[in-house]
């Protein structure tokens, strides 16, 4: 149903921001994509998806957290939306 899917996003969501204040504040800015197949995360899931006008690739959303792939989509960057 699409509150279960809602339920999913959330707690991808939630464990983002926890991989974003333990790496962030370590100042460590690219993880690597086996990172959340550990944490059991599909790339593919989002809320929605928008351009970064400075690297001009996809950031996909959930919901205060996003994931930016480098482009050899090995390596990804944790964004935290700006309030």
Known sequence: ????DVKL???VDKILGKMY?????DKIKW???ELLD???ISPSLCVRQETNS???RQIRW???YGIE?????????IHKRKM
């Open 9 to 11: 996003l959330k707690q």
């Open 31 to 33: 993880l690597h994509k």
């Open 54 to 56: 400075t690297t001009n």
């Open 21 to 25: 204040s333990k790496f962030y504040t």
């Open 62 to 64: 959930f919901f205060d």
């Open 38 to 40: 550990y944490e059991g």
């Open 69 to 77: 792939f480098q482009e050899d989509q090995t390596h990804f960057f």
């Open 1 to 4: 149903t699409i509150f279960s």
